[in-house]
């Protein structure tokens, strides 16, 4: 078998779910699915639904036909056999239940502690800030007011920066390699940074979290510096992107504090967390009452 010599050598292709057979769009609960696949294991884990068998065999094919028409038990049977696993399904937050079929049980049959609904106190977002839309919700163990902040959102200006191949800059760096292309990138993020940047004490987590959407929006635009990576399908560069950000975004983070603060970012444990603000470890605190009943202490630990 010959080998590629270069990333211009390979070729890249979809993979299919391994359920379905239709084009994937990423491992989801331990194997390569599509979402519509991944969406019905969870919807099942979650609901605890029971199915019986459309042709009573437990042997129906899979993949040749609708989604709609595909025998449900077989299926969930299939995600079973394939090794989709039920450890990563999270069953604390609200299912939508769309697929209502005579082999399915009634509503009763499902335990109220199994789904867990925010109800929404307006119809309307109370903000917005950028792309992201928080809701004022009450909480469903506590009863007491709470936020909602639709994560979407930001995750959509990201995807969007993902899935074009347009660069603004395109012709300015047209004559620089793929190494010195992803340098000017990474040169034009950090030029971003305040070196003297605020210190904190206090913080709201909405406020870290519009911190954190500026970093996701940057690694994005950072990866679509390299050719290889846009040559990718678009679900694989999703893909990648959503493991990389977050490691990305604390190399970052970390490499800025000890540009700007050297030494003393260690003997005083100093952390950039912004272009605009910094604290020290042990000496500050997040507020996280609008979107958790968990205090600080926990998520710090």
């Not at 028409?69 to 969930?76: D, Q």
């Not at 609200?94 to 199994?114: C, G, H, N, Q, Y």
């Not at 839309?133 to 009863?143: A, D, L, M, Q, W």
């Amino acid at each position: 078998m010959e080998i590629p010599t270069s990333s211009s050598d390979l070729d890249y292709f979809n993979v299919n779910c391994k359920i379905c057979l239709k084009t994937g769009h990423g491992l989801h609960f331990g194997i390569e699915t599509c979402r519509a696949c991944a969406a019905f294991f969870r919807r099942t884990v979650v609901l605890n639904r029971k199915y019986k068998c459309s042709r009573r065999t437990g042997k129906c094919e899979i993949g040749s036909d609708e989604e709609k028409l595909m025998c449900k038990f077989c299926r969930f049977k299939k995600c079973i056999d394939l090794g989709m696993t039920t450890e990563n399904v999270r069953t604390d937050i609200a299912v939508k239940d769309d697929e209502p079929s005579a082999d399915s049980p009634s509503s009763s049959s499902t335990s109220s502690s199994d789904v867990v609904v925010l109800q929404m106190t307006s119809t309307q977002p109370i903000a917005e800030v950028g792309n992201r839309v928080e809701y004022s919700v009450i909480n469903p163990k506590t009863r007491a007011p709470a936020m909602l902040i639709d994560v979407n959102a930001i995750i959509k200006t990201s995807r969007a920066i993902l899935e074009t191949y347009y660069l603004p800059n395109e012709d300015s760096i047209s004559h620089l390699n793929p190494l010195q292309r992803m340098v000017h990138s990474l040169q034009k993020i950090r030029s971003k940074q305040n070196w003297n940047p605020e210190f904190f004490v206090h913080v709201k987590f909405h406020e870290m979290f519009s911190w954190w959407e500026v970093q996701m929006r940057d690694t994005a635009t950072w990866l679509m510096h390299s050719d290889e990576f846009r040559k990718l399908p678009t679900h694989e560069r999703i893909a990648i992107f959503k493991i990389v950000w977050a490691v990305w975004r604390r190399f970052e983070r970390y490499t800025m504090t000890a540009t700007i603060f050297g030494h003393r970012c260690y003997d005083e444990k100093i952390l950039l967390h912004s272009h605009e603000a910094a604290a020290k470890f042990g000496n500050y605190q997040v507020d996280y009452s609008n979107v958790s009943d968990h205090g600080f202490e926990r998520f710090n630990k």
